[in-house]
């Protein structure tokens, strides 16, 4: 396994954690995650205001917006390898989780501490409360290891996942390197992210992008409520050639799927219990699409998994994971129209 700290890009190598829940054919999944988590989810029965809050600990593990997409496809049988950055004594623990999980990473060492959030989850309202702090600031050399990193795995495997905000110190544009990378190695980038760092990417060019509603309305200057709003979104994304493929998705909606053949609209199926949390629904479902498409799906059916494994993680609180059966039997019920 890379360690945290470690200087030479070179010495780099994928850290496989087992991989026996991984299957064995078909090419790997790659996704990078720039800013990794310890969330550390703890359940009281009521939350007071005086007092003590007696908890208990309900989960640790390893989260952030790649790994998580990591963990989903390896959860539907695909492969993936998940690159991180890991610093201090936090990134040594975010190794060893990764690697108890069994999941094939790749460590990039960094000198700051990498972060922990809380997840607090309420067992009387069943409402989940997600503190995240925003995590260690970078130096350039160590965002451009990243990059020697993915380099280096890009061309034999046909997508990689960005995903996930950027850490201080790094510059506005380094999502934008990164699609350069993939696309100079021969491989197709999803991106998933929001703020400046979007937009510069977006100027570069994606294969697929998707964005939800808040990120949808910070590139419009527009409320997005539904699919004549994410429409007039997709088209100009298409038309500027800032992605091959736009899914911006709609909440409780759905979502809009729209490539070079036109545009359609994908509406979630009705949920069979009480929706408890949102935190891992985007994550999931850019996970499903991905799996799909490196299945050789097309984009509709690989977003209409999407819709439904959203669905599916609404079901399950804080940022547990979504059960795959019911995200497969909601497929079915995933309605699309052309649009």
């Given at each position: 396994m890379?360690?945290?700290g470690?200087p030479?890009?070179?010495?780099?190598g994928?850290?496989?954690g087992?991989?026996?829940?991984?299957?064995?054919?078909?090419?790997?999944?790659v996704?990078l995650t720039?800013?990794?988590?310890?969330?550390?989810?703890?359940?009281?029965?009521?939350?007071?205001?005086?007092?003590k809050?007696?908890?208990?600990?309900?989960?640790?593990?390893v989260?952030?917006?790649g790994?998580?997409v990591?963990?989903?496809?390896?959860?539907?049988?695909g492969?993936a390898?998940?690159?991180?950055?890991?610093?201090?004594?936090?990134g040594?623990?975010?190794?060893?989780l990764l690697?108890?999980?069994?999941?094939d990473?790749?460590?990039?060492?960094i000198?700051?501490?990498?972060r922990e959030a809380?997840v607090?989850?309420?067992?009387?309202?069943?409402?989940s409360?997600?503190v995240?702090?925003?995590?260690?600031?970078l130096?350039?050399?160590?965002?451009?290891r990243?990059?020697e990193?993915?380099e280096?795995l890009?061309?034999?495997?046909?997508?990689v996942?960005?995903?996930?905000?950027?850490?201080?110190g790094?510059?506005d544009?380094?999502?934008?390197?990164?699609a350069?990378?993939?696309?100079?190695?021969g491989s197709r980038?999803?991106l998933d992210?929001?703020?400046p760092a979007?937009?510069a990417?977006?100027?570069e060019?994606?294969?697929?992008?998707r964005?939800?509603?808040?990120?949808?309305e910070?590139?419009?200057g527009q409320?997005?409520?539904?699919?004549d709003?994410?429409?007039?979104l997709?088209?100009?994304?298409?038309?500027?050639?800032a992605?091959?493929i736009?899914v911006?998705?709609l909440?409780?909606?759905?979502?809009l799927?729209s490539?070079?053949r036109?545009?359609?609209?994908?509406?979630?199926?009705?949920?069979p219990?009480?929706p408890?949390?949102d935190a891992g629904a985007?994550?999931?479902m850019v996970?499903?699409?991905?799996?799909?498409?490196?299945?050789?799906?097309?984009?509709?059916?690989?977003c209409a998994?999407?819709?439904?494994?959203?669905?599916?993680?609404?079901l399950?609180?804080?940022?547990?994971?979504?059960d795959?059966?019911?995200a497969?039997s909601?497929r079915?019920?995933?309605?699309t129209t052309?649009?």
């Amino acid at each position: 396994m890379s360690t945290a700290g470690t200087p030479d890009p070179t010495t780099f190598g994928t850290a496989v954690g087992g991989g026996g829940s991984q299957s064995p054919s078909g090419p790997a999944v790659v996704t990078l995650t720039m800013n990794p988590t310890i969330d550390l989810c703890w359940e009281v029965e009521r939350l007071e205001a005086t007092g003590k809050n007696r908890a208990r600990v309900r989960s640790v593990a390893v989260g952030g917006g790649g790994i998580n997409v990591a963990r989903h496809v390896v959860r539907f049988g695909g492969r993936a390898i998940a690159v991180h950055t890991a610093g201090g004594e936090v990134g040594q623990r975010l190794d060893r989780l990764l690697d108890e999980e069994g999941i094939d990473h790749v460590a990039v060492g960094i000198d700051d501490d990498t972060r922990e959030a809380l997840v607090l989850f309420e067992a009387e309202s069943r409402r989940s409360y997600h503190v995240v702090p925003p995590g260690p600031r970078l130096h350039e050399r160590e965002g451009q290891r990243c990059l020697e990193v993915l380099e280096r795995l890009v061309g034999s495997r046909p997508y990689v996942v960005a995903s996930g905000s950027l850490p201080g110190g790094l510059p506005d544009d380094f999502y934008a390197a990164v699609a350069r990378k993939v696309k100079e190695g021969g491989s197709r980038l999803i991106l998933d992210t929001s703020g400046p760092a979007l937009r510069a990417a977006l100027a570069e060019g994606v294969f697929l992008f998707r964005c939800n509603r808040t990120e949808a309305e910070s590139l419009t200057g527009q409320v997005v409520s539904g699919f004549d709003d994410a429409r007039a979104l997709n088209e100009h994304l298409l038309a500027t050639g800032a992605a091959e493929i736009a899914v911006t998705t709609l909440g409780a909606l759905g979502a809009l799927c729209s490539t070079g053949r036109g545009h359609t609209e994908l509406y979630a199926p009705p949920l069979p219990g009480e929706p408890l949390s949102d935190a891992g629904a985007g994550d999931s479902m850019v996970a499903a699409l991905t799996t799909q498409l490196a299945a050789g799906a097309d984009p509709v059916s690989a977003c209409a998994l999407g819709v439904a494994t959203a669905a599916a993680a609404m079901l399950t609180p804080s940022t547990e994971p979504f059960d795959v059966d019911m995200a497969l039997s909601l497929r079915s019920q995933v309605r699309t129209t052309p649009g």
